[in-house]
């Protein structure tokens, strides 16, 4: 499951960085050993758009977050990501 959010993380970390953020710390806070440069790419992505400090602070968020939490939170932001990618393509 971590392995699955340190993907969602790095899909998101563009556009809704605030988000991924968030998601990185709960997906690191399983202890998942994810490929060093993909982590950094994440990171440095998310830091980029947010800042070092208020991306450590949503990480850190995300690291308390319980699984179910952590969950609920990625779907809520895969979701919404989605409509708006649907909303924005012309039919």
């Not at 971590?2 to 790095?10: D, E, F, K, Q, Y």
């Not at 969950?71 to 809520?76: C, G, N, Q, R």
Request: zero cysteines.
């Amino acid at each position: 499951m971590g392995i699955t959010l340190h993907m969602i993380a790095g899909t998101l970390a563009a556009t809704r960085p605030d988000a991924a953020a968030i998601i990185l710390g709960a997906a690191e806070e399983a202890h998942v050993i994810e490929a060093a440069t993909n982590a950094q790419l994440i990171t440095s992505t998310v830091a980029t758009a947010l800042g070092e400090e208020r991306a450590r602070e949503l990480r850190a968020r995300g690291a308390d977050m319980d699984w179910d939490q952590a969950v609920a939170y990625t779907l809520t932001q895969t979701s919404q990501a989605l409509s708006e990618l649907q909303s924005a393509t012309p039919p």
